[in-house]
């Protein structure tokens, strides 16, 4: 099973309606899950050979820092959608809360 497959299947738990509004993001976070692995490999910051105490972050570490944040910004989008959209059972709380309101 794929990412992508791992994904759809965990948002097949909300509404159809939802559900096809963040699909399109499901395709984003893979490609931004690959680009971090390939991103995550590469030197992050430049020491200064004349002085080791200089240091300066490589146009890799400034990709990796901000495909990280559209990735976590898109996790959270689908988090947000799923804690709000999907059908949970009630609890042995949530029917004492009923019984007792």
């Known amino acids: ?22 699909e399109p993001l499901l395709a984003d976070v893979v490609f931004m899950e690959e680009r971090l692995d390939v991103l995550k490999r590469l030197p992050h910051i430049r020491i200064s050979k004349k002085n080791p105490e200089v240091q300066q972050i490589t146009a890799a ?18 988090q947000s959608t799923l804690s709000r959209f999907t059908q949970e059972e ?6 004492w809360l009923q019984e007792n309101s």
């Open 61 to 78: 570490g400034k990709q990796y820092k901000e495909t990280m944040q559209a990735y976590l910004n898109a996790l959270k989008v689908i």
């Open 90 to 95: 009630a609890d042995a709380f949530d029917i």
């Open 1 to 22: 099973m794929t990412r992508y497959e791992q994904l759809k299947e965990i948002i097949s738990k909300v509404d159809e309606d939802k559900a096809a509004v963040i």
